[in-house]
């Protein structure tokens, strides 16, 4: 008879001291997010195309799908079959070209259940007309040659519009629509998960319903572009050509009286035009004293009591 036998009264003890110990240990309830790409439509080595993991939980959700995406995803180490659901802002290329990398690529590492894309209305379409155009490949790869399993390839697409579009595991996705100028539908994203909250604008210009939606939230990932920066990275560019492309976006001032309606616990700049704007911040202090980052390919932020950004090791 061991010693815990012979003295019951310990049998309690030890488990209560476990279980205390045990819950000291536990893994906190956070959200977790990466920038995977933090660029424009311009092909870069440093800024890829916009593209935002976001874990919770268990669950990993992809948003937008720019160049590069899925070089990130492998580079920090995610299992494509763990990516459950790909959301998109809008269709405009930078943001959805990486699609039928992860697409694929994901289906020959090893992904065997369906790759769901939801986005706004014309997102089902493209998925049908991109399967249309991989057909051959499919085809090939599913019944000729490795035999792939045949879910593993199958996309379910579906057009979506304001509200909540997503709520599995505690985790609840928000659509809204943003002002993209005459690109619409335009959607951001707000994602909750235990008591936290993150919002990703997607491309907008200001937009008094991203301040609606982001009432309360944690943190708010913005997309930004600086005009005098831009006109000197194309001076040939006409005034008005300049003024219809600012025209859809949000500059740093426009970016800092969101920030500073809604307080967040960090501002962070995602989708910067152009990839080598160096004054946004200055600029951005004429409107906005708060917490502020200009996002990095890689860049992580996890959104707890307190908000914690693991910069890009260089």
């Known amino acids: ?18 279980s205390a110990t045990l819950a000291g240990y536990a893994p906190a309830q956070d959200l977790k997010v990466t920038l ?14 916009p593209s935002i993991l976001v874990e919770a939980g268990k669950q990993k959700l992809l948003f937008d799908c720019g160049r590069g995406a899925t070089q990130r995803i492998e580079q920090i180490k ?10 998109l802002t809008h269709l405009h290329s930078d943001h959805v070209v990486g699609i039928p990398d ?12 369906p790759l769901r894309v939801w986005g706004p209305a014309g997102t089902r379409e493209m998925m049908e007309h991109l399967e249309q155009a991989y057909q051959f490949d499919v085809h090939v790869r599913r019944d000729v040659d490795e035999k792939l399993p045949s879910q593993g390839v199958v ?13 599995n595991g505690g985790i609840k996705v928000t659509a809204f ?20 909250s993150v919002v990703l604008s997607g491309d907008t210009r200001f937009s008094e319903n991203l301040v609606h939606f982001s009432e309360g939230a944690d943190v708010i990932i913005h997309e930004v572009m600086d005009p005098d920066a831009f006109r000197l990275k194309d001076p040939s560019l006409s005034p ?33 035009v152009p990839p080598d704007a160096s004054e946004l911040v200055p600029l951005t202090r004429k409107t906005y004293s708060g917490p502020l980052e200009v ?20």
């Open 177 to 196: 629509a943003v002002d993209h100028g005459p690109v619409k539908p335009a959607l951001g994203y707000r994602v909750d998960f235990a008591g936290h």
């Open 78 to 87: 995610v299992p494509f079959a763990e990516v459950d659901v790909l959301f």
């Open 240 to 272: 008005e050509r300049l003024q219809s492309i600012v025209g859809h976006h949000t500059t740093p001032e426009q970016a800092g009286t969101v920030f500073a309606r809604v307080k967040p616990k960090l501002a962070l700049y995602s989708h910067i």
């Open 1 to 18: 008879m061991n010693i815990v036998d012979k003295h019951p009264w310990w049998t309690g003890l030890l488990l209560l001291i476990a």
């Open 36 to 49: 995977l790409g933090t660029g424009s439509p311009g092909p870069r080595m440093d800024r890829f195309g």
């Open 102 to 113: 992860l697409w694929l690529t994901g289906w020959i590492r090893k992904r065997t259940i």
């Open 295 to 314: 996002g990095e390919d890689l860049m992580s932020i996890e959104i707890a009591e307190k908000v914690l950004v693991r910069h890009t090791p260089h």
């Open 155 to 167: 996309v379910i697409a579906k057009d979506v519009e304001q509200g909540v579009v997503y709520e």
